[in-house]
């Protein structure tokens, strides 16, 4: 591996931005931030994963991997980033190196010449090219190939080095923000400033969630100069240099970009959530107060304070019918990062009962967060075993699971309803209006008169107990009390 | 005869491939308590297991070697031992069935010898039957992976022929990574309808099919059983079908003296009919009734059908055994290919294909020949969808994978019955498609005096229809 990609690495462990990093002693902050793999017990995606989830949502250039078919053939146009306009992000490019690329070391060539036939066919404002474990392993040079593309075809040509093998997809997530650090933001201008212009980091518009908290910040005045990087232009990310303030939503996904952009153009940044109608008001109030004190006018505050107060009664007004359905409804929350702590807050505004909440993939931080939302610790979970959950939900500890994909048939297969609150979902959950959304969904699948139906027995099983269940040993999930 | 035409494209603008470790997972898992396990780094298998939880809407047990930056450098052995030692002591599977990737494969590591080594080491696998399938993702596609995952299955756990086995009322099947558990069901139906006890290897039927189990079940959730794989050289007959089985059949041939036959096909009233004569002749019993209602019904269709493909243009890309199908059974119904695209070219039945040039390429190599051939259907998989709303011109949905729909697990295209479904959804998609005629449909029966030309750049006839 490329001397330069170690040090990068190793720089990316060093983070004075983040609490926890700060914390560890010397030894500790060299292995970084994800526990070592279990090899037969590993769940999750890679580096090349993290990097291709934080720059894929930039709608307009094309994204070229360069690796085998694997790489980009298993996993191209899944998530549900949406677009306002180019549609050109979601076409799977890749060189699918082959045999002979490999042996005969080709691949460059090979890198160089898809990139041509890319720009001859689509003109597009930039490409972005991601390195895959076997071309990072035979030694491809994908930054020397940029610059000399970059060169020759008057196209920003950007190397994503961030191959499956050097971790976890955080990582990957991070070294997509160097990327950007190294390659974009900050190589072009926008065409207008102005005093209430803001970034949004790490928010990709799933499923539209976005335009969910667009329309807030439009009400304010406050201009999204750019969204890193969900709906985003390349030039909106080459100029997000401009922007008086950063919001940083996914936890730590990006928070380097953050802290490198305070410390080369002075932009303060804060960590925000927009799940939730507290935490979307406290965000909104935060924006406020940075941007006045970065010179917008001080009347910011004030009109902040109102459409809070407005836009969170009419919230209110439209959960009230759910109230009643959802109190006391006990809720499964697995999931990782950001998600948990902003949704645990949704959810008890509800009256709802979150049984259980992972912390996998969350920092110390967030851990912090939901131990104060939740009153001690004795809720979170680090992982449950597929058939120890089976069981829990089988038994009925849960009404509703929520969690990503991966867990999905747990639920169902225990009859147990179940919603998506990962990157595949369907829904947009941001904002207040968000909010609403997912409440009308909880109540809309535990609602739905199929569950009754499938837990019943076949007229001929034991009317007595279920053949074959057996959750003996699996520790019952306890309310909150 | 079509001519094979290999793109040299230096990059694939929307593939067409799955991988061939994704192939070989998905043939584990037609193993009974079995499970994949993918040697590499971890995103290679996060990446083929969300595809195919997506495809089969259900819990996919596919587990990974795991390999960092450490492991790349000094070797991926220790990975692997850990990962099966892992395996065996949380989820107590039967089978282990290890699909090497692209990564492995680029550092030469021997793991054929690495498993050797480690089983012999540790008495704690004992009791697991693991295989492992070389299969790099730079070489090939689903079907090469699903098929050096059966043959991998097959030269370690088949008995080979010794005197002292008997042959029973046996029939092997080995079917082809495009079947799906609605086809091997009906596979199964039809071969027991004569007397026979049909194993099959992979069987997909019950442990990709969704259904609700009695409890959670960490390994696959059916599939062949392990004494019947040991068991295949008692059978009378082995039918393998697509070509890419060939080598899987030839492999147990060689091992078990039970002669095969490869169908290229097994969709179509012909085809159709091979596999019964063959089954009626093997089991010397005259046809049952209800597979002759069912040629009968298939024969109705056909009529039924016929209106609807006839002239009917049609884009199809797919891998090779299921482009190869699907042409014969489009062309047979009246339709003509206008394009063909291939995953990969190593078939030797592509050639066969009517269709002028059969392109190995990508779904852009699709879209393009779809709109310049002016395309009434695409015919391929789920990321079609790019090229359908460009064109404006329906996708049928077939293979690997079908994300955007439910019920692919029991959509059935071989024999009699599978036909019959196949006829009536291409069909009804036509059907939903046509509209009502207005004037302007009928350019070409205005008098060629009437029209006004641009000298001697058009000729009349195509003029008046474009």
């Not at chain 1, 009153?375 to 992982?383: E, F, P």
């Not at chain 2, 695209?341 to 020949?369: F, H, Q, R, W, Y």
Request: proline share 5%; net charge negative.
């Amino acid at each position: 591996m490329a001397e330069s990609l170690n040090a990068k690495i190793t720089a990316l462990f060093d983070e004075p931005g983040c609490d926890a990093n700060v914390a560890k002693g010397e030894k500790a902050r060299k292995k970084g931030c994800s526990k070592p793999l279990q090899p037969g017990a590993a769940a999750g995606g890679c580096a090349f994963d993290g990097a291709k989830i934080a720059l894929q949502p930039i709608t307009d250039v094309v994204h070229l991997v360069h690796g085998p078919l694997a790489c980009e053939g298993n996993g191209w146009d899944n998530r549900h980033a949406a677009t306002s306009g180019p549609i050109l992000y979601r076409i799977g490019a890749t060189t699918d190196i082959t045999e002979t690329d490999i042996i005969m070391g080709n691949g460059e060539k090979r890198l160089y010449r898809a990139m041509r036939e890319v720009i001859e066919r689509y003109a597009p404002p930039a490409i972005i090219v991601y390195s895959t474990c076997v071309t990072a392993l035979i030694g491809d040079d994908i930054g020397a190939v940029c610059r000399h593309a970059t060169e020759k075809f008057g196209i920003p040509c950007i190397p994503v080095n961030a191959p499956g093998f050097v971790g976890s997809k955080n990582l990957g997530n991070k070294l997509a923000g160097e990327a950007l650090l190294d390659h974009v933001i900050g190589t072009m201008e926008p065409e207008v400033s102005t005093p209430m212009d803001i970034n949004i980091l790490g928010e990709y518009n799933l499923s539209g969630e976005l335009w969910q908290v667009k329309p807030l910040l439009e009400q304010l005045g406050i201009r999204l100069n750019a969204c890193i990087t969900g709906d985003a232009r390349y030039h909106e990310v080459a100029s997000a240099h401009r922007a008086r303030v950063n919001m940083m939503v996914c936890s730590t996904a990006l928070i380097n970009v953050a802290r490198k952009m305070e410390e080369r153009w002075g932009i303060p940044y804060f960590e925000g959530s927009f799940y939730g109608i507290g935490d979307t008001s406290d965000a909104l109030r935060t924006l406020a107060r940075l941007l006045v004190a970065q010179g917008a006018g001080a009347d910011l505050i004030e009109r902040t304070e109102a459409l809070i107060v407005a836009e969170e009664k009419r919230a209110w007004d439209r959960l009230e019918p759910y109230r009643e359905r959802l109190a006391g409804k006990r809720v499964l929350l697995y999931t990782g990062g950001v998600k948990s702590w902003s949704i645990v807050s949704a959810l008890q505004e509800m009256g709802m009962v979150i049984v259980s909440t992972s912390v996998r993939k969350s920092t110390d931080n967030d851990k912090q967060k939901i131990k104060d939302l939740m009153g001690g610790d004795a809720h979170m979970v680090d992982s449950i075993p597929p058939r120890e959950m089976y069981a829990q939900l089988r038994r009925g500890d849960a009404d509703i699971l929520l969690s990503g994909g991966r867990t999905q048939f747990v639920a169902l297969k225990a009859r147990t309803p179940w919603m998506d609150i990962n990157q595949e979902r369907h829904h947009a959950f941001a904002g207040y209006d968000g909010m609403v959304t997912l409440v009308r969904e909880l109540d809309t699948s535990l609602s739905n008169p199929v569950w009754e139906d499938v837990r019943r027995l076949a007229p001929w099983e034991q009317e007595d107990g279920e053949v074959g269940f057996d959750d003996e040993g699996v520790p019952a999930l306890v309310p909150i009390g | 005869m079509a001519t094979i035409i290999q793109r040299r494209k230096a990059v694939s603008l929307n593939p067409l491939k799955s991988s061939a470790p994704l192939g070989a997972a998905l043939a584990y898992l037609g193993i009974e308590k079995g499970i994949p396990l993918f040697h590499g780094a971890q995103g290679c298998t996060s990446f083929a297991l969300v595809l195919a939880v997506r495809h089969f809407k259900e819990a996919i047990p596919l587990q990974t070697t795991a390999m960092d930056e450490v492991a790349t450098v000094l070797g991926g052995a220790p990975n692997l031992e850990e990962a099966l030692l892992t395996l065996v002591r949380r989820m107590k599977p039967g089978f282990i069935g290890v699909a090497t990737t692209a990564l492995v494969e680029t550092r030469g590591e021997d793991s054929e010898g690495d498993l050797r080594l480690i089983l012999e080491r540790n008495p704690e696998l004992a009791d697991t039957k693991v295989v492992l399938a070389s299969t790099p993702d730079y070489a090939g596609a689903l079907e090469e992976g699903w098929a050096s995952a059966t043959s991998a299955i097959i030269r370690s756990l088949v008995e080979p022929w010794s005197p002292s086995i008997r042959s029973f009322q046996q029939i092997n099947v080995l079917p082809g990574v495009h079947q799906t558990p609605a086809d091997i069901e009906g596979l199964r139906e039809i071969i027991e309808s004569f007397g026979f006890y049909p194993v099959i290897l992979p069987d997909t039927s019950y442990s990709l099919d969704g259904h609700i189990a009695d409890s959670w079940v960490p390994t696959s959730l059916g599939g062949t059983s392990l004494s019947e794989i040991a068991n295949m050289a008692r059978a009378v007959h082995t039918i393998a079908i697509g070509e890419h089985m060939r080598a899987p059949a030839d492999t147990l041939t060689a091992l078990t003296g039970v002669p095969a036959t490869v169908f290229s096909t097994l969709t179509g009233l012909e085809p159709s009919d091979r596999l019964v004569s063959l089954l009626a002749r093997l089991s010397l019993r005259p046809v049952p009734g209800r597979l002759r209602r069912h040629r009968a019904q298939l024969v109705d269709a056909m009529l039924d059908g016929h209106f609807h493909f006839g002239g009917k243009k049609v884009a199809i890309a797919a891998d090779p055994d299921l482009l190869v199908s699907l042409s014969q059974f489009f062309s047979g119904m009246g339709a003509s290919i206008v394009t063909a695209v291939a995953s990969t070219g190593s078939n030797c039945n592509l050639k066969n294909i009517p269709v002028e040039n059969v392109v190995v390429g990508d779904l852009m190599d699709l879209e393009d020949g779809a709109a310049q051939a002016g395309a009434e259907l695409l015919v391929t998989h789920s990321h079609g969808r790019q090229a359908a709303e460009r064109l404006g011109v329906p996708l049928m949905r077939v293979g690997f994978p079908i994300f955007d729909r439910l019920g692919v697990s029991h959509e059935e295209t071989v024999g009699y019955r599978g036909t019959r479904s196949l006829i009536f959804r291409v069909a009804n998609q036509f059907l939903g498609e046509s509209h009502a005629h207005r004037p302007e449909d009928f350019g070409s029966a205005i008098p060629a005096s009437a029209i006004i030309t641009e000298e001697g750049r058009y000729a009349s006839g195509t003029f008046a229809t474009h």
